[in-house]
């Protein structure tokens, strides 16, 4: 078995990560995440294309060798299927589209408006998912940092009963945890709710 955590990127000052939020993660971590990985062999997935994915991870990296909390054996280059400057463009293309995400959210904005941009992003994540389950020794837990509201859609597409409510918005530094077994990916927890 094998699990990703995936979390959303620390609080932002413009496009990067606020330099205090930095200091904050390497000094002491990232609540939640730190113990899920104690005594763990972790697998770093860079997220994004976006460099505020990098120092979200690259911060807690720092904690993660200063504190001894687990040991890091490989780390995975970044996925655009996950986050891209194209896909970040379409949020705001249409006016209707962010008025309604205003009022409720990007996911019922996108679900009214243009459904299949929804089901482009997360079939992309998801034809993702074992390819980056694959890089991960079984019993290895692989830690990525992403945005809001892909990490929401992807567990959207990953939770077919409906548990998760649809309009769950991730604070910063907050996730989920994906179980992988036999090939097939299962919510089974989150971090820092």
């Known amino acids: ?10 609080r932002k000052d413009g496009e990067l990560i606020a330099a205090d939020q930095i200091a904050e993660i390497e000094a002491n971590g990232i609540p939640g995440l730190n113990e899920a990985v104690t005594d763990k062999h972790v697998v770093i997935h860079y997220g994004s294309e976006y460099e505020r994915t990098r120092q979200t991870i690259k911060a807690w990296e720092k ?18 299927r996950f986050g891209n400057a194209e896909m970040f463009a379409e949020f ?10 205003e009022k409720s959210n990007w996911y019922n904005a996108f ?3 243009q459904p299949e941009f929804i089901e482009r992003v997360q079939a992309g994540m998801l034809n993702a ?28 597409a990953l939770d077919v009963t409906g548990n998760i409510p649809r309009n769950t918005k991730l604070r910063e530094l907050t996730g989920f945890i994906i179980t992988e077994n036999k090939g097939k990916f299962i919510v089974t927890g989150n971090i820092g709710f």
Not at 1 to 10: C, D, P
Not at 92 to 101: G, M, R
């Open 1 to 10: 078995m094998k699990k990703l955590i995936i979390i959303r990127h620390g």
């Open 92 to 101: 705001t293309a249409k006016a209707e589209i962010k008025a309604e995400a």
């Open 111 to 113: 679900r009214i408006y």
């Open 129 to 156: 998912l074992p390819q980056i389950f694959a890089q991960a020794n079984d019993g290895e837990i692989i830690v990525m940092v992403g945005h809001t509201p892909m990490i929401e859609w992807l567990i959207y």
């Open 63 to 80: 904690y993660m060798d200063s504190s001894s909390l687990s040991r890091c054996r490989a780390c995975i280059l970044g996925n655009k």
